[in-house]
Antibody, heavy 123, light 107 residues
């Protein structure tokens, strides 16, 4: 069974750093893009960025460029989303998702999705 | 960046009736459009890709149509479990973009 399992909820203070994870199983981790999506409270879904673990090709949405870092460790089939200095406005649910079809092409839909990681940033 | 616009923002429909949700792209995305369903407390679930292909396990009452800039998701006979938020998403160009969503509620 193809699965993405995300790390647990986090409560952080403004200015702190954070790295959340998304572990893939049941498929060839290096052959599919992993994407990260944000859902702020009461808002819709926003694409943050995508990474192709096979060659670490990473793309960021303009709104998130420079604000977060996406990485992957293919030895443990895990993708990461990290912040160096959190803000209150980073409070949101974050989802990872796997692309379809396999391969490095960019025109992909995403399925399945991880269960989400809730990040709360508050002083 | 391609802007995706969904309408209506909220749709009130009775169980058993048909629901039609619309999605418009600011420029052509060909057929590179997906629809997702999201229920409270759950991750998004892929319903449709390629504008009209149902994802694995999705009931036949869900259908998608359109190409270019105009797309439609139709749910032919609403079941109680279908009341949720629905998002369209283009994947023709990076950055991918979602519509703002349509909330389907029980009338």
């Amino acid at each position: 069974e193809v699965q993405l399992v995300q790390s647990g909820a986090e409560v952080k203070k403004p200015g702190e750093s954070l790295k959340i994870s998304c572990k893939g199983s049941g498929y060839s981790f290096t052959s599919y893009w992993i994407g990260w999506v944000r859902r702020m409270p009461g808002k819709g879904l926003e694409w943050m960025g995508i990474i192709y673990p096979g060659d670490s090709d990473t793309r960021y949405s303009p709104s998130f460029q420079g604000q977060v870092t996406i990485s992957a460790d293919k030895s443990i089939s895990t993708a990461y989303l990290q912040w160096s200095s959190l803000k209150a406005s980073d409070t949101a649910m974050y989802y990872c998702a796997r692309s379809q079809p396999p391969g490095g092409g960019i025109d992909n839909w995403f399925d399945p999705w991880g269960q989400g990681t809730l990040v709360t940033v508050s002083s | 960046e391609i802007v995706m616009t969904q309408s209506p923002a909220t749709l009130s429909v009775s169980p058993g009736e048909r629901a039609t949700l619309s999605c418009r792209a600011s420029q052509s995305v060909r057929s590179n459009l997906a629809w997702y369903q999201q229920k409270p407390g759950q991750a998004p679930r892929l319903l449709i890709y390629g504008a009209s292909t149902r994802a694995t396990g999705i009931p036949a009452r869900f259908s998608g149509s359109g190409s270019g800039t105009e797309f439609t998701l139709t749910i032919s006979s609403l079941q109680s479990e279908d009341f949720a938020a629905y998002y369209c998403q283009q994947y023709n160009n990076w950055p991918y973009t979602f519509g703002q969503g349509t909330k389907l509620e029980i009338k």
